[in-house]
T-cell receptor
Framework: KAGVTQTPRYLIKTRGQQVTLSCSPISGHRSVSWYQQTPGQGLQFLFEYFSETQRNKGNFPGRFSGRQFSNSRSEMNVSTLELGDSALYLC?????????????FGSGTQLSVL | QKEVEQNSGPLSVPEGAIASLNCTYSDRGSQSFFWYRQYSGKSPELIMFIYSNGDKEDGRFTAQLNKASQYVSLLIRDSQPSDSATYLCAVNANSGTYKYIFGTGTRLKVLA
């Protein structure tokens, strides 16, 4: 069974640009969550999608957005990039039909903003 | 602000010893607890989960949960150099929220 797939693996952007990251969950999983990981802050929750609907949102500015498609694949977008957006962006999936499920993470996208 | 606290370490233990990793959480409504292992440059990998008070054992790993004290721990018996990694504690606040709060992790070093 294939795991969670994230693309691209690495990205280098400059301030002010925008970026789109992609995530394909494990087959059968309908919930996709996104996390930002930085050395100082650890993993911080961005948002969670289930059946194309955003179900939960973390405390990030509106520059961070996401969406989920009917096949459960998800994308997140960061507009007007700032230096502080440099981080590892992790996607995780679960079945999503009950709480407390195990999260399965993808390999992440390492974003560097210059 | 719901928080999950971990000692950042590094926690150094000799090979073959027991490594004890601790985590406290602030939200009494938390119901599900997870331990992830993260090697440098890799993504987190689930190693244990626990929902009920008490101990749960899986191979060399034991998770311990005490909801009254809002405390969850991970014991690694017969520690190996390959166990050297950062261990992340994660808490799911309420069933159905799908929002998980992570601690900043404890770095474990197992010395050969």
């Amino acid at each position: 069974k294939a795991g969670v797939t994230q693309t691209p693996r690495y990205l280098i952007k400059t301030r002010g640009q925008q970026v789109t990251l992609s995530c394909s969950p494990i087959s059968g999983h309908r919930s996709v969550s996104w996390y930002q990981q930085t050395p100082g802050q650890g993993l911080q929750f961005l948002f969670e999608y289930f059946s194309e609907t955003q179900r939960n949102k973390g405390n990030f500015p509106g520059r961070f957005s996401g969406r989920q498609f009917s096949n459960s694949r998800s994308e997140m977008n960061v507009s007007t990039l700032e230096l502080g957006d440099s981080a590892l962006y992790l996607c995780a999936s679960t079945f999503g039909d009950r709480g407390g499920e195990k999260l399965f993470f993808g390999s992440g996208t390492q974003l560097s903003v210059l | 602000q719901k928080e999950v606290e971990q000692n950042s370490g590094p926690l150094s233990v000799p090979e073959g010893a027991i490594a004890s990793l601790n985590c406290t959480y602030s939200d009494r409504g938390s119901q599900s607890f997870f331990w992830y292992r993260q090697y440098s440059g890799k993504s987190p990998e689930l190693i244990m989960f626990i929902y009920s008070n008490g101990d749960k054992e899986d191979g060399r790993f034991t998770a311990q949960l005490n909801k009254a004290s809002q405390y969850v721990s991970l014991l690694i018996r017969d520690s190996q150099p390959s166990d050297s990694a950062t261990y992340l504690c994660a808490v799911n606040a309420n069933s159905g929220t799908y929002k998980y709060i992570f601690g900043t992790g404890t770095r474990l070093k197992v010395l050969a």
